[in-house]
């Protein structure tokens, strides 16, 4: 399908989730692992329709789960940004041209769009990170975040499972 939900062009893997949840980050890292963190949460909840992946890197590889999604959302730890949970609409990059270690959620929706003929529709859910010292305890900020990010996850699995 196009950006904007078109037809098919049958090079596609079949769609396999309504809300594919893509948490990535380094658990090692302190907060910088509060995406990993939501993705578990979000398993754990078994939500109908939701297909979730826990990574610490984005690579290439998930442009197709990506394709065989209706909705995808990237839920990731940003320092950069105000201390609140960030939910926003991303598209697909122009090109994707891939880097190893820098992979960005718009690269591989245009891998998807590229190689499957499919991209969903796509957000980023940014946690405030504040700590991203060696270790696996997250900081006050981002375990709030990740509590709230959880129920941002569970609004978007409504909304994808009422297409």
Do not use: K
């Amino acid at each position: 399908m196009d950006g904007a939900g078109g037809r098919s062009r049958g090079r596609g893997p079949e769609l396999s989730a309504g809300l594919l949840v893509i948490g990535y980050g380094n658990t090692l890292r302190g907060d910088d692992g509060a995406g990993q963190r939501v993705a578990e949460a979000a398993a754990q909840l078994n939500l109908a329709g939701v297909r979730v992946l826990a990574c610490a890197q984005l690579t290439p590889e998930l442009a197709e789960s990506i394709a065989g999604a209706r909705a995808v959302v990237f839920v990731d730890a940003a320092v950069e940004q105000p201390r609140c949970v960030r939910l926003r609409r991303i598209r697909a990059a122009r090109v994707p041209g891939i880097a190893t270690h820098t992979t960005r959620p718009q690269t591989l929706l245009a891998l998807a769009r590229t190689v499957y003929g499919r991209t969903p529709r796509a957000w980023l859910l940014t946690i405030p990170a504040e700590n991203l010292d060696l270790g696996e305890t997250l900081s006050a900020t981002a375990q709030n975040g990740v509590r709230r990010a959880i129920e941002v996850v569970q609004e978007l699995a409504r909304i994808a499972g009422g297409q």
